[in-house]
């Protein structure tokens, strides 16, 4: 099954670019589909990487040995940071060629380290997520919360074998395989202790108890995590302390629901109760962070919190605009939203129901899910 994705890639001539997105999303997919006779270097060949990497300016070479009609587009190298130094070669032949390069890669960690040429400014940036609501025909929200929404594995019947695999080797590659942690016993405890604090405010302190690592390794720990590309940290909001102090704890969320699923060991049976409040939360998370991405926007994306436990799941734009995920509404659910509203005045404030009716309670506005995505999709939500 092949899906329409939303991400503008459009590159004027000469221009180059970066993107970027954890494994599985799609990224090679959609740019051989966009760029389908651009000459293509996949560094996961390893006898390709060794090559590179032994010597760059065989880059150079090997172009030189393709036909010029397959210079009507960019050059693709794939899992670019599989080698960091060809992009020195790479930096060489935009300026001296003329030449233009997208960049393909899963992780900026190595990329991001002192004395790696990051093409001076020369390169867009682009990333592309999972699959988000306008991409799939027909969503199927129970399943697209169980197997979450990577291409190749939301297609699936054997979804859960394909997500156990895909975890571990996020593990084993992504993390050990490329030395971004020498301690590879406490890593997997840590990453053992992530059933106990996705989608939750995260205590630095009680994971590296958990892991026996200092609490600063721990927060290396989930640095790494966002540098791969797999895990989003949500900050709370404080524009001016209010009459309650807020809590200022960071919130965790891995890249997709079908990964979260798997290292939660949780299954989403029926659109009701804890469980799925936690993932219909996360799944709403996600889908604003791509729009926000695809869109070209780049607002904050917070939550309130008070002291008192008052709680709004994500507040956009630095509170223009307050989003609460509830399965069901009822009367005494908008508790927090009407508090949020009374100290922030905020232009829009929306609590997305797994529901289907669409209402407005005391300025709130209640609409199910799909209209809201649908909303946030068209750019109407900011």
């Excluded at 997919?29 to 651009?38: I, M, S, Y």
């Excluded at 590659?173 to 030395?179: A, D, N, P, R, T």
């Excluded at 053992?192 to 721990?218: P, Q």
């Excluded at 996360?282 to 436990?309: C, N, V």
Aim: proline letters at 4%; glycine letters at 6%.
């Amino acid at each position: 099954m092949s899906f329409n994705r939303t991400l503008r890639f459009e590159l004027p001539g000469g221009q180059s670019a970066f993107l970027w997105g954890a494994r599985q999303t799609g990224k090679s997919t959609l740019l051989r589909t966009r760029f389908p006779n651009a000459p293509l270097f996949d560094l996961l060949d390893f006898d390709l990487r060794f090559r590179f990497a032994a010597r760059p300016s065989r880059l150079a070479e090997e172009l030189a040995s393709k036909s010029s009609q397959n210079f009507a587009g960019p050059v693709i190298i794939d899992e670019i940071q599989k080698v960091p130094a060809l992009l020195d070669e790479v930096h060489r032949l935009i300026e001296t060629r003329g030449l233009s390069f997208v960049l393909c890669g899963s992780s900026a960690v190595k990329l991001k380290r002192a004395g790696v040429n990051l093409l001076g400014g020369r390169a867009w940036r682009y990333e592309l997520f999972p699959l988000t609501y306008p991409e799939v025909p027909n969503i199927n929200l129970l399943q697209a919360m169980n197997r979450g929404l990577l291409p190749d594995i939301y297609t699936k019947t054997q979804y859960r074998r394909s997500l156990s695999a895909y975890t571990r080797d996020y593990l084993a590659q992504e993390v050990m395989g490329e030395g971004l942690t020498r301690n590879v016993e406490a890593f997997s405890r840590f990453f053992e202790a992530l059933k106990f604090c996705h989608g939750e405010l995260l205590n630095y302190a009680a994971i590296a108890r958990d892991c026996g690592v200092s609490a600063k390794t721990v927060r290396t720990y989930f640095e790494i995590l966002q540098d791969t590309l797999i895990a989003h940290l949500i900050y709370p909001f404080r524009r001016h302390e209010g009459r309650q102090s807020i809590i200022a704890a960071p919130k965790f969320y891995l890249f997709d629901l079908g990964v979260a699923n798997q290292v939660c060991k949780r299954s989403i049976t029926s659109a009701t109760g804890s469980e799925f409040g936690k993932a219909f939360e996360h799944f709403l998370l996600l889908e604003i962070i791509a729009a926000r991405s695809y869109q070209e926007k780049d607002y904050p994306i917070q939550f309130w919190r008070t002291k008192s436990g008052l709680e709004v799941d994500f507040v956009l734009a630095k509170g223009e605009v307050a989003v609460e995920a509830k399965s069901r509404v009822r009367a005494n659910d908008l508790r927090s939203m009407r508090a949020f509203v009374e100290e922030y005045a905020p232009r829009r404030a929306i609590v997305v129901s797994a529901e289907e009716d669409r209402r407005m309670v005391d300025g709130i506005e209640i609409m199910p899910h799909s209209h809201f995505l649908e909303l946030l999709h068209e750019g109407e939500i900011l």
